[in-house]
């Protein structure tokens, strides 16, 4: 089942706007004024979708969608009529001073549910910001070039697509040959929102979990270009397997290739990837003083990367940590072996860094310290 997500990719969609509407005067309540926004979901078959769930989706600071424990919000949720058409408004208003919680100015998406035959659509962006011209938003991406909300409002067909299939296997990095099984694989979607703050609903996604053969398949993939991570990784906020191998032209590489997007015309992508629910890779070493003696109770910490170059914000963000015992010594086994620094520090010493941010350098192994009082 696909679902919304409120973090952070990716895609393009063939979507269409059939333009804007013209001669017709903005809605008015009371003394606010409302630009709309016409929808119509079409079908597989190109038909007018009726009684199909649509959202709107802020995609800015400022036009967050409300966060609640409903399944539908007033003013952001939708149900298509017999004619597949369904309208919502914006207000001239910064959404976050509404009392109502209604959308305002800001930058928005439309989302169709999918359904068990189909990926539902996503429309091309769209945006004001309550000034008579639209202007200033020149986002042109993947999602394609962004459309400019007018006071005589805009109409939006969403092409509900049939999406792509992934199919997979993952196998145990550390006996090659043997399928993991029990590890869950997400597909993700970023809309490419300006807020990461939680609440945005800019990522949707769905998920599966490897088979006893360490096979899964994930159908109605769409936007086609999409990201793949185990457990949470290689996003790095749950605990999960990690992925260290992925076989590309039928050789296994030390990469993770988790950003995927088919061919024109191809309808089932395949990967193979090889991985690990268990950390593996030691690193250990020794804290002393300048003198040599140990530094009990001194802290290493870790930047580990999830990828073996540095490309997301996980990647120079993730850090992990030991505590050296009575010796002094320490020891930590991390998920990848691409660590891109460390540092140590103890209290009533200055702060020892071994740090190359631009790439994961440091292999396992040992890497000591000599601490200076401060």
Known sequence: MRRLFACAGMLFLGLS????????????????HFRVVHGLVLGLDGKPASQR???LIGLSRGSMRPYSD???????????????????????FKTWEDKENRPGWGAYALYVDPSPQDAGAVSPRFWFDGRPEQVGYQANDEWGKVIGLPKEGISITLQIKFGVTLEGRMW???????????????????????????????????????????????????????????????SGFDDGAFWLKTKMAGQWTDTVGDDLAPQSG??????EL??????LF?????????????????????????NPTVKTWSD??????????????????????????????????????????NSPTFSPGEYNFTLTRD
């Open 316 to 357: 120079d963000h993730h850090y992990e940590s030991a505590v050296t015992d009575s010796n002094g010594l320490y020891e930590i086994k991390l998920g990848t072996p691409w660590v891109r620094g460390m540092d140590s520090e103890a209290t009533g010493f200055k702060r020892v860094d071994k740090w190359d941010d």
């Open 172 to 234: 145990d990095y550390t006996h090659p040959g043997k399928p993991l099984a029990g590890v869950t694989v997400s597909i993700d979607n970023d809309l490419h929102s300006d807020s990461h703050t939680g609440f945005g609903g800019e990522i949707f996604g769905q998920h599966t979990e490897t088979d006893a053969q360490g096979r899964f398949t994930v159908k109605h993939i769409y936007p086609v270009e999409f990201h793949v991570g185990l457990n949470g990784i290689p």
């Open 266 to 271: 191809e309808t089932v992508l395949h990967l």
């Open 70 to 92: 409903e399944p539908t919000i007033l003013h952001w949720d939708f149900i298509t009529d017999d004619q597949g058409r369904f309208s919502a408004q914006l207000g001239d």
């Open 53 to 55: 769930a649509v959202h």
């Open 274 to 279: 090889m991985g690990s629910t268990e950390p």
């Open 282 to 306: 030691r690193y250990f070493g020794k804290v002393t003083d300048v003198k040599g003696q140990p530094v009990t109770g001194a802290k290493v910490t870790f930047g580990m990367s999830w």
């Open 17 to 32: 706007s059939l333009g804007a509407q013209t001669g017709a005067a903005p809605v008015v309540d009371g003394t606010l």
